[in-house]
DNA sequence: GCGATCAGCT
DNA sequence: CACAGCTGATCGC
C-alpha cells in the first residue's frame, strides 16, 4: 500500500520542516501553490485515486494507542486544501465527502474542476504545460468506486482511473507498477518491480500498451502466468546498467520475494531517481555502489510496516527459530507433518532451511511447482517432490493454515502423519514479545494441530526503514510514512492513498 | 458466456 | 491491523 509524502526542495512548495504541523500532522499554513508549481501540476494532471481520501466506515475501529486517530476522519481531506492551497467549496460539500456511503469523485464533491476526460483517464507526461479545464462531468456516485465515474456525454464507457503520480517517474517516459491505468499516454516503457499481484495488477495476455521491463526472473513469471506476448516482456540483468529512452537504469536486490528488484534511474540532466519496489533494506543494500555516490533526488519508498511498533527480527533469526522448533516437534513426534504458509512467492527460504536442516524434500502443489522451478535455482528444485507422503514438508497457501483446513488435510494424508505444526511467516505476525526473543512466540494448538505465526517479513521493519534514509534522499514519494521519521528530510507533509480496491478502509 | 473488476474475507 | 492474495458476485462486452 501506498501513501504519498510529497515535497519537492527545489520548488517553492518547499517548507521548513518544523514545529509548524498542526494536529494532522500537516504544515499548519499553507502554502501558496504557485500556478507554475510543477509537483502539484503533476499531482493533478495525473490524477490520483481520490477514494481512499473519503472518511472511513463509521464502524472502523480505532487505534487503541491514538497515535493514528489524528490521521482519520474529514480533517485530512481540510488539511489536503490548506496544503494544497485549493480553497475549500462552500456549504454541504464536505459532509457529503466525509459520510460512509460515499462514491463520488472529489473533484466533483469539492466542486474543483478536473482537467479535459482524456488526460484526467490517461495522464500526461510529467512536464508537460498546465492543462486546461472543463467541467466535471456530473455523475452521482452510483458507480464502482476507484474510477472516475460515468460516462461522457456520448454514453462511452468509462475509462480506467488515471496513474498515479506516484507511479510515473519525473522527466521519463517510465512508469512504475502501473498496469491498471491502461495505456498512460507520454508513457513508453512500463517497470514491474516484481511479481505480485498488487503491483502486476491491470497485466493480462490482452497488454499492449508497452514494453514491461523487469528482471528475468519475473519476466518468466509474466510470460507463463500471465500469459503476456513475449514480445512485450524485456528482461533485464541485476546491477547491469541499460539505457533505455535516454535513462540509464540499473536493476538492485530488493530482498523481497524472488525477482524483485529496486529500480535506480539515472537521467541525462544528473538526477538520480530510486524507487524500491516493496523490498527489505538492509546494511548491505545501501552499501551497493549506486547508493553510495551522489544524492538520490527522489527516493520512492515501500513503507509497509512504517510504524515503530513493527519490529521484526533478522530473517536468518526467524528461520533458526522455525527450524529448531520443527526439530523439536519431530523429536517428540517422529511423524508430525511440517507445513509452511507461503502465496504465490516469497517465503521460499523458510522451507528450504527447514528442507536442508532436516534433509528432507519439499512437497508441494503442480502449480506451485511449476513456479518454483521456473525460478531456475538448483538447490530449489532438487529438493521439490510431487509425492505428498514422502516428505514430511509441505507448503500450502497462506490462507488454508486455519485448524480445520488442516485438521482435514492431516486426515487426507491417511495415517502417514500424526499431528501438524505448521507456520505461517508474515511481518504482521508481531509483538512486543516476539520482536525482541523469539522463543516467547505462543502457538495456537488445537488437538493435533499447532500453529506458529512467525514474524518473518520480506519488507522493512520501521528501523530498517530509518537506516535506510541515510541514503539521504533530496525528496521521497511514499504511500504511508510518519512525520517524525523524516524530521532531518525535507518532505513537507503527506496523505494517505490506497492502492488496492479495499485500501480505503484506512485513511 | 466470458473475462475483468469489485466487495468481502483472511 | 491488512501482507498478497482468494472467492464469489457483478459488470461490460
Given at each position: 500500500m501506498v501513501a504519498a509524502i510529497a515535497g519537492d526542495?527545489?520548488?517553492?512548495?518547499t517548507l521548513p520542516?518544523?514545529?509548524?504541523?498542526?494536529d494532522n500532522g500537516f504544515p499548519a499554513s499553507p502554502p501558496?501553490?504557485?500556478?507554475?508549481?510543477s509537483f502539484a501540476d503533476d499531482f493533478y494532471r495525473s490524477?490520483?485515486?481520490?477514494?481512499?481520501?473519503?472518511?472511513?466506515?463509521?464502524h472502523r475501529r480505532r487505534p487503541a494507542?491514538?497515535?493514528?486517530?489524528?490521521?482519520?476522519?474529514?480533517l485530512v481531506q481540510k488539511n489536503l486544501f490548506q496544503a494544497w492551497g485549493i480553497e475549500k467549496p462552500a456549504s454541504g460539500m464536505t459532509e457529503k465527502v466525509c459520510g460512509p456511503p460515499v462514491q463520488k469523485n472529489l473533484f466533483q464533491a469539492w466542486g474543483i474542476q478536473k482537467p479535459p476526460r482524456e488526460e484526467a483517464a490517461q495522464g500526461v507526461p510529467v512536464g508537460a504545460g498546465a492543462s486546461s479545464s472543463s467541467p466535471s462531468?456530473?455523475?452521482?456516485?452510483?458507480g464502482r468506486k476507484r474510477r472516475w465515474g460515468g460516462s461522457d456525454e456520448n454514453g462511452a464507457s468509462r475509462k480506467p482511473?488515471?496513474?498515479?503520480?506516484?507511479k510515473q517517474i519525473p522527466g521519463t517516459p517510465f512508469t512504475v507498477?502501473?498496469?491498471?491505468?491502461?495505456?498512460?499516454?507520454?508513457?513508453s516503457a512500463y517497470f514491474l518491480s516484481h511479481f505480485h499481484y498488487d503491483h502486476y495488477?491491470?497485466?493480462?495476455?490482452?497488454?499492449?500498451h508497452g514494453p514491461i521491463y523487469c528482471t528475468a526472473l519475473t519476466a518468466r513469471l509474466v510470460k507463463m502466468l500471465?500469459?503476456?506476448?513475449?514480445?512485450?516482456v524485456c528482461p533485464l540483468e541485476l546491477d547491469t546498467e541499460y539505457v533505455i529512452d535516454g535513462v540509464k537504469v540499473t536493476f538492485l536486490e530488493?530482498?523481497?520475494?524472488?525477482g524483485a528488484a529496486l529500480i535506480h534511474f539515472r537521467l541525462s540532466d544528473g538526477k538520480t531517481y530510486l524507487h524500491t519496489g516493496d523490498f527489505r533494506a538492509s546494511k548491505s543494500m545501501q552499501l551497493h555502489p549506486l547508493l553510495q555516490t551522489?544524492?538520490?533526488?527522489l527516493l520512492y519508498l515501500d513503507?509497509?510496516?512504517?510504524?515503530?511498533?513493527y519490529k521484526f527480527p533478522p530473517q536468518e533469526d526467524v528461520i533458526d527459530f522455525v527450524v529448531r522448533t520443527a526439530q523439536r516437534y519431530l523429536k517428540k513426534q517422529p511423524k508430525t507433518l511440517i507445513v509452511v504458509g507461503a502465496y504465490s512467492?516469497?517465503?521460499e527460504n523458510v522451507y528450504l532451511a527447514i528442507s536442508q536442516a532436516l534433509e528432507v524434500p519439499i512437497y508441494t502443489d503442480a502449480s506451485r511447482r511449476r513456479i518454483l522451478h521456473s525460478f531456475g535455482w538448483p538447490d530449489l528444485s532438487k529438493r521439490i517432490?510431487?509425492?505428498?507422503?514422502?516428505?514430511p514438508l509441505h507448503v500450502l497457501p497462506?490462507?488454508?493454515?486455519?485448524h480445520e483446513n488442516l485438521k482435514k488435510y492431516l486426515e487426507t494424508l491417511d495415517q502417514r502423519f500424526l499431528a501438524v505444526l505448521a507456520f505461517r511467516p508474515?511481518?504482521?505476525?508481531?509483538?512486543e514479545a516476539a520482536g525482541k526473543e523469539l522463543d516467547l512466540i505462543k502457538p495456537s494448538s488445537r488437538g493435533r494441530v499447532t500453529i506458529y505465526g512467525v514474524p518473518y517479513s520480506e519488507h522493512s521493519s520501521f528501523s530498517e526503514l530509518r537506516d535506510f534514509l541515510k541514503v539521504n534522499p533530496q525528496t521521497v514519494v511514499t504511500l504511508l510514512v510518519f512525520a517524525a521519521m523524516f524530521s532531518n528530510h525535507r518532505i513537507i507533509f503527506f496523505w494517505l492513498v490506497s492502492e488496492t480496491s479495499k485500501g480505503n478502509s484506512h485513511c
Open positions: 526542495a527545489e520548488t517553492d512548495l520542516i518544523s514545529d509548524d504541523l498542526d501558496t501553490a504557485p500556478a507554475t508549481s490524477g490520483i485515486d481520490w477514494s481512499s481520501l473519503q472518511a472511513p466506515p463509521s494507542d491514538g497515535t493514528t486517530e489524528k490521521f482519520c476522519g474529514p462531468p456530473s455523475v452521482a456516485g452510483s482511473v488515471a496513474c498515479p503520480f506516484y507498477d502501473a498496469f491498471r491505468y491502461g495505456a498512460v499516454e507520454g508513457c495488477g491491470g497485466l493480462t495476455k490482452k497488454w499492449c500471465l500469459s503476456i506476448d513475449s514480445a512485450y530488493a530482498n523481497h520475494c524472488p551522489g544524492r538520490i533526488s513503507t509497509t510496516y512504517c510504524n515503530p511498533k512467492i516469497g517465503k517432490s510431487s509425492c505428498n507422503q514422502s516428505s497462506l490462507a488454508s493454515l486455519q508474515t511481518g504482521w505476525t508481531f509483538s
